[in-house]
C-alpha cells in the first residue's frame, strides 16, 4: 500500500486513522463483519479484523462510531507513519512532545510522558485526533499503532495526567462483564503475538485452551492475593502448574503482567522487557495459553513433545 507522508500536526486524508469519527456502516461496508466483536472495559467494543498475519485491525465502536483503532502487521496502511518505519525518520518529520493538552467540554487534560514512553510509545496530536506510536525499543523500529479520538483519549488515559474540570468518572465493570473483557484480551493477546512472531520470521504457535486454564488460574490468584510473581504461593511455578494440571510439555516460558490498559499494551510491554521478550519470540514454542483476571496477564508457553522422535 502506497501511504502520503504529512506534515505533523495534520489530519491525515488517507490510510487507517482516516476511519476515527466514521460511521460504522462504512466499516461493514469496507471490511464486512468482524470475525468478533468483544467488549472493552471503556464503554466501546471491539470489532476485531484478523485479516492475516500481515494486517490486524482493532476497530472501538461507540455508538455507531469508530472512536479508536488499533493495529499491527507489514501491510497495513497507518499514513501518515509507515510500520517498520525507524525512530528517527520519525522524530524528523513529527514534533515531539512530553506534554500534550486535550480539551474536552468537561475540562482540560494535559498528559505528561516519561522517558520510557517518549521511547516506546510516543503520544502525537494529528488535527482533531491522537496517535498512539508503539515502538519496539530494541529494533528502534515502530511496532505498531493505535488512533484514537480525544474523548477517548482522556477516558482510557493511558499516560500520567493532570487535568482542570471536571475529570471524567470512571465506571467500573460488572464481574459478568468482566469476564467477557478477560475472554476478549485472551484472544488479542494471541492475534497480536502471532503477528509479532510471523514478523520476526518465527512460526506462529497454536492456542491450547488446557494451558489456557492454567494461565487463568495464575492471573486470578496474582489479583485476589495481590501479588505479583511467577511463583504461586500455592501452587509453585509454572512448571508444577502444568504438572499438576497433567499437561505434558519439553519446555515452558512464562510472561506477566499487570494494570496495562489492554491487550496490545501488554503484548508491547512484553516486548519491550527483555526477558519477556525472548519468551515471547522463543522460536521452540508450539502452543500458547493466555489468562486474564481484571488487568492481571498471563501468557504461558509450551513446546510439545514431537511424537514423530
Known amino acids: 500500500m502506497k501511504q502520503s507522508?504529512?506534515?505533523?500536526?495534520?489530519?491525515?486524508?488517507?490510510?487507517?486513522?482516516?476511519?476515527?469519527?466514521?460511521?460504522?456502516?462504512?466499516?461493514?461496508?469496507?471490511?464486512?463483519?468482524?470475525?468478533?466483536?468483544?467488549?472493552?472495559?471503556?464503554?466501546?467494543?471491539?470489532?476485531?479484523?484478523?485479516?492475516?498475519?500481515?494486517?490486524?485491525?482493532?476497530?472501538?465502536?461507540?455508538?455507531?462510531?469508530?472512536v479508536t483503532l488499533y493495529t499491527i502487521g507489514d501491510e497495513v496502511n497507518v499514513s501518515p507513519?509507515?510500520?517498520?518505519?525507524?525512530?528517527?525518520?520519525?522524530?524528523?518529520?513529527?514534533?515531539?512532545?512530553?506534554?500534550?493538552?486535550?480539551?474536552?467540554?468537561?475540562?482540560?487534560?494535559?498528559?505528561?510522558?516519561?522517558?520510557?514512553?517518549?521511547?516506546?510509545?510516543?503520544?502525537?496530536?494529528?488535527?482533531d485526533i491522537y496517535a498512539q506510536l508503539y515502538?519496539?525499543?530494541?529494533?528502534?523500529?515502530?511496532m505498531s499503532i493505535r488512533f484514537l479520538d480525544g474523548s477517548t483519549l482522556i477516558k482510557m488515559h493511558p499516560y500520567e495526567m493532570m487535568y482542570r474540570g471536571e475529570l471524567v468518572a470512571e465506571t467500573?465493570?460488572?464481574?459478568?462483564?468482566?469476564?467477557?473483557?478477560?475472554?476478549?484480551?485472551?484472544?488479542q493477546i494471541y492475534d497480536i503475538t502471532n503477528v509479532m512472531r510471523t514478523h520476526f520470521e518465527?512460526?506462529?504457535?497454536?492456542?491450547?485452551?488446557?494451558?489456557?486454564?492454567?494461565?487463568?488460574g495464575h492471573s486470578e490468584e496474582m489479583y485476589e492475593e495481590e501479588y505479583f510473581s511467577h511463583e504461586s504461593p500455592v501452587f509453585g511455578n509454572l512448571s508444577d502448574r502444568l504438572e499438576k494440571d497433567e499437561i505434558p510439555f519439553k519446555t515452558a516460558?512464562?510472561?506477566?503482567?499487570?494494570?496495562?490498559?489492554?491487550?496490545?499494551?501488554?503484548?508491547?510491554?512484553?516486548?519491550?522487557?527483555?526477558?519477556?521478550?525472548?519468551?515471547l519470540l522463543e522460536e521452540e514454542f508450539t502452543d500458547l495459553g493466555v489468562g486474564v483476571y481484571k488487568k492481571y496477564y498471563t501468557q504461558n508457553f509450551i513446546e510439545k513433545f514431537n511424537i514423530e522422535q
Do not use: C, M
Open 5 to 66: 507522508v504529512q506534515n505533523s500536526g495534520e489530519r491525515p486524508v488517507s490510510g487507517l486513522s482516516t476511519w476515527i469519527g466514521k460511521n460504522s456502516d462504512h466499516v461493514l461496508e469496507t471490511l464486512g463483519e468482524p470475525e468478533r466483536i468483544e467488549p472493552s472495559s471503556y464503554g466501546y467494543d471491539w470489532w476485531v479484523y484478523p485479516i492475516s498475519s500481515k494486517q490486524y485491525i482493532q476497530l472501538g465502536i461507540e455508538d455507531s462510531k469508530v
Open 253 to 279: 516460558g512464562e510472561n506477566i503482567a499487570s494494570q496495562y490498559t489492554d491487550a496490545p499494551e501488554a503484548v508491547h510491554g512484553w516486548l519491550n522487557s527483555e526477558g519477556h521478550r525472548k519468551i
Open 202 to 216: 518465527v512460526d506462529e504457535v497454536d492456542w491450547n485452551e488446557q494451558v489456557a486454564n492454567v494461565a487463568r
Open 135 to 142: 515502538l519496539d525499543k530494541f529494533t528502534g523500529e515502530l
Open 81 to 127: 507513519y509507515k510500520l517498520g518505519q525507524k525512530l528517527e525518520d520519525i522524530y524528523r518529520f513529527t514534533i515531539i512532545e512530553s506534554e500534550i493538552v486535550v480539551n474536552d467540554q468537561s475540562g482540560s487534560y494535559q498528559f505528561e510522558l516519561n522517558e520510557e514512553d517518549l521511547n516506546t510509545r510516543l503520544l502525537v496530536s494529528l488535527g
Open 172 to 187: 467500573e465493570p460488572t464481574d459478568e462483564e468482566w469476564t467477557r473483557i478477560d475472554t476478549a484480551s485472551e484472544k
